[in-house]
């Protein structure tokens, strides 16, 4: 079995994957994928028996097959050891006659949590290997960004730049950012949308004078965002887990098909799943949960990718997305691993803004997807409506998945809960019926309705001192990043 990792855009590239996490994004403007990944077979008895820790080393170790046993295991107990408020860091809890897989108990209250505790660990193993240190450039509308910055806070030889939109994030989001502390971070607000952010930091990792300038310190420019392999690989553990609970409760029989649902922006965290089942988890059905902007909903039921829409702004904010980068790595195994037609869909994407797969490439992605779409006004219905229920409060990211859970007949279905509510405190109180102007006071009055008391990550934001107040203009991105880089 090839053990290295090729470019779903040209299969002569053949790199290591702790190059593919140093590198990102491969150099032709594809993504890193491994050709050998349906050829794993996960034990799923051996899965049903072992800590979340030792899971994860598992199947770390089959995806990152050049990291050493001592490695793999000291950067899995450095992420997940009392870094998550659950002990079984992803627990599930069955609302309704779904079962909730809630990945939101990690230090920032978002599911990607689960994956940027591990990717610093992984990236610093790799750039040991190559010695080299790193900057990581991240723009965020939100989430990504405080994620990021927890991960990596006083990870030694990397350091991280943060850049989000001045006025364009919630008042928790902003607090989260503009209070981190450490060493190596830093944040700016950026004077400008997130595209504007995030179009300059695509050019800054191309600009020539500034990547020669890092080299002379030793440093590689890098971003931690979801192309990344070292983000992906940590999320196919946790569809594993949902698994060994199902077989623990006795739901099913070891072996049985489960069906789940995720609420989907740039195409990761399901990605992470099908993943999951080519390694021999059995899945019978994947469901695409989107909310407005539903590209993707589109094109699994017509084949037909087409991102020339208006953008819709939503109170799911993380899924608000028209172009869903990991799509591509789908394409590549359900072609048959075909790189040079992948090129071809991706070019078409990038001149005309859509493509159109191929009947077969279609027939083989329905049969193991379905997909649905919910608006503002359903999600706030739908959180609502599961309040009443169940007494137990989703955020709109979770209702998404849940509703379209809940719309379709496969059972036992899981649904991915990727956000604590308490971070959109306001919209979700307003769903229940109370309008609260107040972030703060928001927060509190949602206490009446959760089962569990507000993360004190969050409660605690409104105290902290402010570290980083300052707001720079696009132009000046370059200027704050260079004088990040150091000897
Ligand atoms: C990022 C995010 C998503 C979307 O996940 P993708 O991997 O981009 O599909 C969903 N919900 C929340 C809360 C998120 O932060």
């Not at 994956?115 to 990504?144: E, H, V, Y």
């Not at 944040?187 to 400008?192: K, R």
Request: charged share 25%; net charge negative.
């Amino acid at each position: 079995m090839n053990k290295n990792y090729e470019s779903t855009r040209d299969n002569s590239i053949n790199i290591t994957s702790k190059q593919a996490i140093l590198n990102g994004i491969s150099d032709d403007g594809g993504l890193y994928v491994w050709p050998g990944l349906d050829e794993v077979s996960i034990d799923l008895s051996q899965i049903c028996s072992q800590t979340y820790q030792e899971n994860a080393f598992t199947i770390l170790s089959a995806l990152l097959p050049d990291y050493t046993e001592e490695e793999l295991k000291d950067c899995i107990s450095n992420a997940y050891t009392n870094t998550f408020a659950a002990a079984d860091v992803t627990p599930v809890r069955k609302v309704g006659d779904v079962y909730v897989l809630e990945l939101f108990h990690g230090p920032t209250s978002a599911f990607k949590d689960v994956a940027l505790t591990l990717l610093p660990q992984l990236m610093q193993k790799a750039l040991r290997s190559a010695n080299q240190k790193a900057l990581i450039l991240t723009a965020t509308s939100g989430d990504t960004g405080k994620a990021a910055l927890s991960g990596f806070k006083d990870v030694d030889d990397i350091d991280i730049c943060v850049f989000y939109p001045h006025n364009k994030v919630s008042a928790i989001q902003y607090r989260q950012m503009a209070t981190q502390e450490g060493k190596n971070v830093k944040v700016y607000a950026i004077e400008g949308n997130f595209d504007d952010a995030q179009s300059q930091v695509k050019k800054l990792f191309l600009d020539e004078e500034l990547n020669a300038y890092a080299k002379e310190h030793a440093t590689l420019l890098t971003s931690a965002n979801s192309i990344n392999v070292g983000r992906l690989v940590p999320q196919v553990v946790y569809y594993f887990e949902s698994y060994k609970y199902l077989v623990n409760q006795g739901v099913i029989q070891l072996g049985e098909e489960v069906s789940f649902s995720v609420p989907t922006g740039n195409f990761g965290d399901v990605l992470a799943g099908y993943y999951a089942s080519l390694m021999g988890l059995p899945v019978k059905k994947f469901y695409v949960a989107s909310n407005a902007n539903k590209v993707l909903t589109d094109f699994i039921s017509t084949g037909t990718y087409d991102r020339n829409r208006e953008f819709i702004q939503t109170i799911s904010p993380s899924m608000d997305i028209l172009i869903s980068s990991n799509l591509e790595r789908l394409l590549y195994y359900m072609s048959g691993k075909d790189t040079a037609l992948i090129k071809e869909y991706m070019d078409s994407l990038s001149k005309t803004g859509k493509y159109t797969v191929s009947a077969e490439i279609l027939e083989k992605i329905q049969a193991k997807f379905g997909c649905g779409y919910v608006d503002d006004t359903k999600t706030k219905q739908v959180i609502k409506e599961t309040y009443d229920e169940t007494k137990i409060v989703l955020d709109p990211h979770t209702a998404i998945g849940y509703s379209v859970a809940k719309e379709n007949v496969e059972r036992p279905i899981v649904s991915l809960a990727t956000a604590s509510p308490y971070k959109f405190s306001q919209d979700v109180l307003a769903a229940l019926g109370v309008e609260e102007k107040d972030e703060w006071k928001a927060m509190k009055l949602l206490t009446e309705y959760c089962q569990d008391p507000a993360p004190v990550q969050l409660a605690c934001l409104e105290e902290k001192e402010i570290l980083h107040k300052d707001v720079i203009s696009v132009e000046q991105m370059k200027v704050v990043v260079k004088e990040q880089i150091h000897d």
